[in-house]
Nanobody
């Protein structure tokens, strides 16, 4: 069983930056894929970014060049640095992890970009 705890959401103005973190805990050895998804009201959940244990990364088209995902394997923690935020980035951001063939989700953290 894997527990994911997110932190770092909040309210920011357009153009500002915000960082999220997600720590995985439980009876785990190595988590392969970790990443972030988001869901805005009335929309489907979509990929923001994910990263494999070896370091490869994948980004959603709408965040390329603005967001950066990173991870600390020793701490089983994944980070998301969000720069140049736009109102359309407003959503609940969910941490996701794959471990031993199962998918785990965090509880979600709200990010609101508004002037």
């Amino acid at each position: 069983q894997v527990q994911l705890v997110e932190s770092g959401g909040g309210l920011v103005q357009p153009g500002e930056s915000l960082g999220l973190s997600c720590a995985a805990s439980g009876s785990i050895f190595r988590i392969n894929n970790m990443g972030w998804y988001r869901q805005a009201p009335g929309k489907q959940r979509e990929l923001v970014a994910d990263t494999m244990r070896g370091g490869s990364t994948n980004y959603g088209d709408s965040v390329k060049g603005r967001f950066t995902i990173s991870r600390d394997n020793a701490k089983n923690t994944v980070y998301l640095q969000m720069n140049s935020l736009k109102p359309e980035d407003t959503a609940v951001y969910y941490c996701r992890a794959e471990y031993l063939g199962r998918t785990y989700w965090g509880q979600g953290t709200q990010v609101t970009v508004s002037s």
